[in-house]
Each structure stands twice: as C-alpha cells, then as structure tokens.
C-alpha cells in the first residue's frame, strides 16, 4: 500500500519549456553579474570553491564563470550550480518576474492525496531552496503547505538506486510504500531498483513499449 509520494518536477508537475525557457535563461544572464555581487558572501563562496574543485583546476573567477554558463547550456546537475541558480530565481519569484509553473491537473491531484493523508515529497535535480521557491510563489499561489520534506543531489544524483535508498531511509518507510513520479526512465529505473513503486509522466511525449514503469499522460491517470 502507498503511504507517500515523492515526485519530481520538470517534465513532471512542471512543464520542462518553464524550466529550460524561462528559468535556465533568467539565471544565465544574471549569473556573472550575481557572481561578482556576491563573491565574498560566505555562502557564495563556498559554491564557487566547491565548483572550482569539480571543474579540476585553480579557474579564476570568469573562467568559472564561463564553465557555470556551459554546465547550464548543457544542462548538467551539478551541485554548486543547482544552488546559485536557485539563489538567482528567488530575485525572479520576488520581483514577480515569473511564477512556478505547475500543471493544473498535478496541483489538483497532489492536493487531494494530501487531504486524504499521503505523505509527499520532492525530489529534483533543482536545489531545495529552487524547489521551495518554485512551489511556494507557483501559479497555484504557495503550495508548500503540502509537502513533508524536499531532497535535491545533495542526496545523490537520480538515475542512482543508492538515491532512492537513502530517501525511503530517511522517510522511514519501506520502499514499496513510496511510489515515485518521474519523466526520465532512467531516473524510474533507479527508483524501481531501490524497491520503489513508479510511474511514468509521459504527457507530450510518445509512449514506451516494452517498460515495467506504469504510463500516464497527467497526474488524472495515477490510481494509489
Ligand atoms: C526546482 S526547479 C528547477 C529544476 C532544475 O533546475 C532542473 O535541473 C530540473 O531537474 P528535475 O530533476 O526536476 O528534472
Ligand atoms: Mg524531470
């Protein structure tokens, strides 16, 4: 029986043109100004030292600069940038530059398992602070009263079982009783390695022949 659901956000509850069209490029032109703003800040500093060391080498500051803007065209997970982007979106969601996007049909769905007592999580690649932000100022106005507890790769990455491990250890539930959504197979294969019951968001795209992951294009689609 599913006790909790733990769900991820682009592509999922969030459309990923909101993410890669509106808040990847809201960050990316405001991130060497921001860097440069904020460079003795304790907390800045020790992102751009911990990207320093994933970068392997003593960059200086616009070389850094310059590989934060590459990992965003890239779109790579990597940590200290999750995190300064989430520092730069809350000057966006303050100055109602935008709001978090989430879908109808995942906002409706989500606050009903939460009155009928599931527990529900996030989990993305977004920093937690990103995802609070994205959640709380969304187009659905704050919705973070419904969720118990947010994990981003500070916990791992999510195509890693080992992920999904440490987040049923901590909700201390048997992994079973968690079910997770997701648009990325691999992140559902991760999932579904650790124990964890899945689901597929498949929206726009085209089904999957031949997956165990249950398919549905919205969040209507899902049956506990
Ligand atoms: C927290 S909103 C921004 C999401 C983000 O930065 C990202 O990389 C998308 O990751 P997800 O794990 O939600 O697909
Ligand atoms: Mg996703």
């Excluded at 009928?116 to 932000?133: I, M, N, P, T």
């Excluded at 500070?154 to 195509?159: D, N, R, S």
């Excluded at 079973?176 to 990325?184: H, V």
């Excluded at 991760?190 to 249950?214: I, K, M, N, Y």
Aim: hydrophobic content about 40%; glycine content about 8%; charged content about 25%.
């Amino acid at each position: 029986m599913i006790k909790a659901i733990v769900t991820d956000i682009e592509g999922t509850t969030s459309s990923l043109s909101f993410v890669k069209d509106v808040l990847f490029p809201y960050a990316r032109a405001r991130l060497p100004d921001f860097v440069r703003r904020h460079r003795e800040q304790a907390e800045i500093k020790l992102l751009l030292a911990d990207a320093n060391q994933l970068a392997g080498g003593e960059l200086d500051e616009d070389a850094l600069i310059a590989q934060f803007i590459h990992w965003i065209d890239t779109d790579q997970k990597i940590t200290p940038l999750k995190s300064l982007q989430g520092l730069i979106w809350q000057e966006g969601y303050r100055n109602t530059d935008f709001t978090g996007h989430v879908y109808e049909d995942a906002v409706r769905n989500l606050r009903n398992w939460f009155g009928l007592g599931y527990k529900l999580y996030v989990y993305s690649s977004g920093s937690v602070q990103a995802q609070k932000l994205l959640f709380g100022y969304s187009d659905f106005g704050d919705l973070t009263p419904i969720f118990s507890g947010y994990f981003d790769t500070h916990i791992g990455g999510k195509k890693e079982a080992t992920s999904y491990e440490r987040i049923a250890a901590e909700l201390g539930l048997p992994a079973e009783q968690i079910l997770f959504l997701s648009d990325i197979k691999d992140e559902l294969d991760a999932a579904r390695q650790a124990g964890f019951a899945t689901c597929w968001l498949v929206r726009d795209q085209a089904p999957d022949s031949g997956t165990e992951h249950v398919q549905v294009s919205d969040f209507d689609g899902i049956h506990l």
